[in-house]
């Protein structure tokens, strides 16, 4: 039945099959009358009675039909209403701007509202406010208010004024039973002592027992407390089996056992460290172990004395705090040299290549390891498309000088057409392929060396066929020495190339101040045996007049943040290199008492860049690592781009406030 009274379908033939077998009657009739004569009065007598039948029927039925039709349609009404007001589900009506316009019962006592509610439904759940549906569209989404989780299901109704129906699934248990399935997961890791052999050569011989079991009783105890397994496989290396439940609660305590293993004691006289590495995530055991191992990989390359967690997404860092001890012996450095030797024998060329903007200690290595290749009869060249003002005039010694090709130093371009599978391309300086002279060049390189004093970050070459990564170096250039020593005896550096090298030297450990080793001086030594001149080398570093203002005025202008931060901004506009000015300036700040670390901003082209540095007291690194960049306790950086000074100087007191509440630094 229609909503306009008219009857159709099966009712209708119901109440009007008299009428459609009456054509029949008075056609049987008719034949009758006319075969019959003496039968027509009984064949109209039955026709006519058929006929009154037929009206009798559809007069006495059709106004009960209609009657019982509307009480059923009425009833079926009542039903579907109480079933939409008593359905355990959360069910309301709003329209197409999201205003409420009805609303069940469990969805009253959800919402704690009143039936006659009417304002918009942004107002109870504010994260559906621009996503409600259009025409002919269904949309899921999922909230939580009130302490509960809910699915939400949207549809449009179309009539003659649009409705939108909005559903609530309480989806709370659901999503509980899963973070616990996902807690019960198992985490895989590998827990090694930095410096074993250091520690024992430091215990008296009859003690040493005693450690080695102190610091496997130390490891245990911790991982066994947040439900871990933790079994030996070396004396100096333990495998790690844990909950991500577990895994939790060590990062909320931000591995406290790098710390609590410090406090081990019985007569060493260096503490004891450790490197924790745990792959999480993964889609099989197998991948989660490999994670580990990738991290694992990765600390050690970062100096060690830290945790990594590695999943898919990438890295998370705890510890690292404290600087990493030079080790006194030479056997890696050796070890080193004579791979690099073996490696560049097999090959025709070299192309070496520093960060973007060499500064000394990237171009000083650079210059080292081009001896190296031409000792052995090697093509090489440098690839380097610009240098900062201050390294300008060691470049100049090297262009025009007879002794040297005029290819020493090319472009990043003409690297690229110089490649091929008999070259190898050797990175100094520099760790990070985004940050190297050419990128694509890292990319196309089928054979690379890594050569760096940098901390290691998330991103690495992957495809290092030799990598030397030694975050306890005071510099690239003390590295490479040390290499040429044990590189080869007809190995003779040229006093311009001892220069270039000692001028690296100088510059990142602020004039032999921060990062000094004993080993340092000794490839100062060595340098200087080679023929380094101090005084030539200290003409280098004088400035300009504008130069020497523009740091005196990031000077005058620093601001001390929490009280132990000192953070300036350097101009940059009449500087030749804004940058080197500004890492000047924050070496300059770190004389001030009470500050601990400092970072001075600048604005260079359409990028500020941030230099961080410090003493001891504060890790710098990881405050820049926060922001994408890297490098040492005491000496980091990073560049940041679509923002200006200003922004940068407030992103990185966010960041302070952040690690400094996480406990981070």
């Not at 079926?76 to 069940?104: C, S, T």
Request: charged letters at 25%; glycine letters at 8%; proline letters at 3%.
């Amino acid at each position: 039945m229609k909503n306009d009274g008219t009857i159709r379908g099966r009712l209708k033939m119901t109440l009007y099959w008299p009428f459609y077998v009456l054509p029949a009657v008075l056609a049987v009739a008719l034949i009758v009358c006319v075969l019959e004569s003496g039968a027509v009065a009984a064949a109209l007598i039955f026709a006519c009675a058929y006929t009154i039948f037929s009206c009798w029927w559809f007069l006495f039925w059709k106004p009960r039909l209609t009657k019982e039709m509307v009480n059923f349609a009425t009833s079926f009404d009542h039903v579907q209403r109480k079933q939409l007001e008593e359905i355990p589900i959360p069910y309301a009506l709003v329209d197409e701007k999201g205003n409420f316009l009805w609303m069940n019962r469990s969805f009253e006592k959800i919402t704690f509202e009143n039936p006659h509610y009417q304002k918009h439904l942004s107002n109870l759940f504010p994260e559906l406010s621009d996503r409600l549906p259009g025409e002919g569209e269904q949309k899921t989404d999922h909230i939580h208010f009130e302490g509960t989780d809910f699915r939400v299901e949207m549809q449009w109704i179309p009539c003659d004024t649009p409705l939108i129906s909005v559903s609530l699934f309480d989806e709370t248990d659901h999503l509980a039973t899963l973070a616990e399935m996902e807690e019960q997961k198992a985490a895989l890791g590998l827990i090694y002592v930095d410096n074993y052999e250091e520690v024992m050569n430091s215990t008296e011989q009859v003690r040493q027992s005693l450690l080695a079991a102190l610091i496997e009783r130390k490891i245990n105890q911790y991982f066994g407390a947040h439900e871990g397994i933790v079994r030996k496989m070396e004396k100096d290396k333990f495998f790690l089996l844990l909950k991500q439940k577990g895994l939790k609660k060590v990062e909320e305590e931000r591995f406290q056992i790098l710390e609590d293993v410090k406090s081990l004691n019985i007569g060493n006289e260096t503490s004891v460290t450790l490197s924790i590495s745990v792959g999480v995530g993964g889609e099989t055991y197998a991948r989660n172990s490999d994670y580990a191992r990738m991290a694992m990989d990765l600390a050690l390359g970062r100096g060690g004395d830290q945790a990594i967690v590695r999943n898919s997404e990438g890295n998370k860092y705890f510890g690292g705090k404290t600087q990493q001890k030079e080790t006194s012996t030479r056997v890696k450095a050796r070890v080193k040299a004579q791979a690099l030797k073996e490696l560049l024998a097999t090959k025709d060329q070299l192309l070496i290549m520093g960060h973007k903007l060499a500064d000394f200690d990237s171009f000083g290595a650079g210059v080292g390891i081009f001896r190296a290749a031409k000792t052995l009869g090697k093509k090489a060249s440098i690839v380097l498309d610009n240098v900062t003002s201050s390294v300008r005039p060691m470049k100049e010694r090297f262009e025009g000088n007879s002794d040297y090709p005029e290819d020493m130093f090319i472009s990043g371009e003409q690297a690229l057409e110089l490649l091929d599978e008999n070259t190898t391309v050797v990175l100094v300086d520099v760790n990070k392929p985004s940050y190297s002279e050419c990128p694509e060049l890292v990319g196309r390189a089928s054979s690379i060396v890594v050569l760096d004093h940098h901390r290691q970050g998330g991103e690495t070459v992957e495809r290092a066929t030799l990598s030397y990564i030694e975050p306890y170096a005071s510099s690239a250039c003390e590295m490479v020495a040390e290499i040429l020593q044990y590189f080869s005896d007809d190995l003779k550096l040229k006093t311009v190339e001892a220069e270039a090298l000692y001028a690296g030297i100088v510059v990142d450990t602020n004039n032999f101040l921060s990062k000094t080793g004993v080993r340092t001086f000794e490839a100062a030594a060595f340098l200087r045996r080679s023929g380094a001149d101090m005084t030539r080398v200290r003409k280098l570093f004088r400035e300009r007049m504008e130069d020497y203002r523009a740091k005196a005025e990031t000077l005058r202008n620093a601001e001390i943040f929490e009280e132990a931060f000192a953070l300036g901004i350097c101009p940059s506009e009449g500087i030749e290199s804004p940058m080197i000015v500004g890492a000047q300036a924050a070496n300059e700040l770190l004389g001030v008492i009470g500050v601990k670390a400092s970072i001075v901003f600048t604005k260079f082209e359409d990028k500020v860049y941030v230099s961080a540095r410090s003493i001891d007291e504060v890790n710098v690194q990881l405050i820049m690592e926060r922001l994408g960049g890297g490098g040492h306790l005491g000496t980091a950086g990073t560049q940041l781009t679509g923002c200006t000074v200003e922004e940068a100087k407030a992103l990185v007191k966010e960041t302070i406030l952040q690690m400094l509440e996480e406990g981070a630094i």
